[in-house]
């Protein structure tokens, strides 16, 4: 099996210097995914937990396109703009992921986006 694109109109679109995610190698590799609407692109919600929420809707979206699903991460990487967000993050992260969740790393987010608090990337078996 060679690399394959993943796109999913039930995601926001990402830019165009980078695919939302690629499938290879048994593995699907899912960009970093901020909170924004699919259907207009903007930031959706104001809050961490809200934020958070998006952003997991919009990966699930995207491991569904590929054949996968959020069961099936086995790393994450979670960017915040504020590590004050920490907690509120992980208070909604452990709603999706309340039984044997995926290894997990944090970062700081290294540019300032107005309204976005938090993006989140993956890696999932296919």
Known sequence: MGRQIVFSSRAAKPPATYSQAVKAAGLIFVSGTAP????TGAIRGETIPEQTRQSLTNVAA?????GSSLDKIVSATVVLADEDDFAGMNEEWLRWFPENPPARQGAKLPVKVPGLKVSIAVIAEA
Do not use: M, T
């Open 36 to 39: 924004h609407d699919p259907a």
């Open 62 to 66: 995207i491991l569904e396109e590929a």
